[in-house]
């Protein structure tokens, strides 16, 4: 049931579709999805805080509780006016992590080379290439995620147009 859902040249239109919007418009996706992760902190957290709020006991769990549900509200309303900047935190702790991954792969590269191995200029060269990407994301986050999103919107676009090909092979 479900496998005859995907393959139908609506679906296959939708997602083809859905890839081209992603492909042309990367910004304005990421921001919409970081916007409406916004929102759902902002109703979490005030389905949480409207309860503590009218309750009457004030320990310190309900404290850290309220406290907590005010925390996500705040939250959810910081991602809703600057969705940009929330989205550029996930890939700069990617390209730190990418940064480290390749300096350690420099450090064994260089150690390759004092011991005589003939890949340790490969090893070298990869390393580099490994910090530039790691210093690329670093320095400009929000691109390194739009054009992640671009490369999704390829991969949806090449999916949906293979998929109603196939669909209008079958005929």
Known sequence: MVKENLNNPGAAVFLAVLGAV??????AAVSTLVRCFGLVLILIGTLKLVPQLRSKMRDAAGNAALVSSAVTVAAGFLLML????????????AGIVILFVGIAHLIRAMEAKQAGDPASRMMLVFSVITIGCGALICLNPFSA????????????????ITG????????
């Open 82 to 93: 600057c969705p940009e900047k929330a989205a550029s935190v996930f890939p700069m702790f």
């Open 164 to 171: 109603f090909w196939m669909e209008a092979k079958k005929i």
């Open 22 to 27: 992603l492909i042309l418009m990367p910004g």
């Open 145 to 160: 995620v739009t054009t992640l999103v671009r490369i999704v919107g390829v991969i949806l676009v090449y999916n949906g």
